[in-house]
């Protein structure tokens, strides 16, 4: 199956600066990569996703990055603000009809006011 | 909007109960999911049904079994719940497509077995 490493574990900013996390995936059939956030307490939400033929993508603060020759893909959060404080889950498709997702073990990230 | 429930936020049950959870969905998705959420491990994948009465194993489908006789119920059944099975579990459910799609999770039921 699909294996999803993510780093780091835990990532603490100052409010409005940059937070990046990345996340590596292992099998090269796979063709969808989302991106969700959980709120303590609270269901993980799709916060943005990428498809394999495509690079970039970009969603006013949330931007998501795909490297497929090296078989990894970054989130980048910009401007941080409090309400960003979370635990980010990566994930990648695999199975029949990349039905499955394979999570990462999250990163729980901290914005400083 | 996609609505995903499940029908127990808490549940406290002993050693050796049976237990039953379940996950209802609005959108006629064809995919339903069984997760497990413990700190530090991530979302791990306990079962998967493509359809009604379609079910594979994920990664961790020992003491578990999950029923589909509708196909916007999902089930999953503890035989006979243990104390190392007290976690939060998650439902989701989503589209079939061929290229992977987004799941929707319910909002979760924290099991604690005694």
């Known amino acids: 199956g699909e294996n999803v490493e993510q780093h780091p574990s835990t990532l603490s900013v100052q409010e409005g600066d940059s937070a990046v996390i990345k996340c590596t995936y292992s099998d090269s059939a796979s063709n969808y990569f989302p991106w969700y956030k959980q709120e303590l307490g609270k269901r993980p939400q799709l916060i943005i996703d990428i498809r394999s033929n495509v690079g970039e993508k970009k969603d006013q603060r949330i931007a998501v990055t795909l490297n497929k020759t090296a078989k990894h893909f970054s989130l980048h959060i910009t401007e941080t603000q409090p309400e960003d404080s979370a635990v980010y889950f990566c994930?990648?498709?695999?199975?029949?009809?990349?039905?499955?997702?394979?999570f990462g073990k999250g990163n729980q990230v901290v914005v400083i006011p | 909007d996609v609505k995903v429930t499940q029908s127990s936020r808490y549940l406290v049950k002993r050693t050796g109960e049976k237990v039953f959870l379940e996950c209802v969905q609005d959108?006629?998705?064809?995919?339903m999911f069984w997760y497990r959420q413990d700190p530090g491990l991530g979302l791990r994948l306990i079962y998967f049904s493509y359809d009604v009465k379609m079910k594979e194993k994920g990664d961790i489908p020992e003491g578990y079994s999950v029923s589909r006789e509708k196909k916007e119920r999902f089930s999953l059944i503890l035989e006979s719940a243990s104390t190392n099975q007290t976690s939060m579990y998650l439902c989701?459910?989503?589209?079939?497509?061929?290229?992977?799609?987004?799941?929707?999770f319910g909002p979760g039921t924290r099991l604690t077995v005694l």
């Open positions: 959108m006629d998705h064809e995919n």
């Open positions: 989701a459910s989503s589209e079939t497509s061929g290229r992977g799609n987004e799941q929707f």
């Open positions: 994930a990648a498709s695999y199975g029949y009809g990349n039905n499955r997702l394979a």
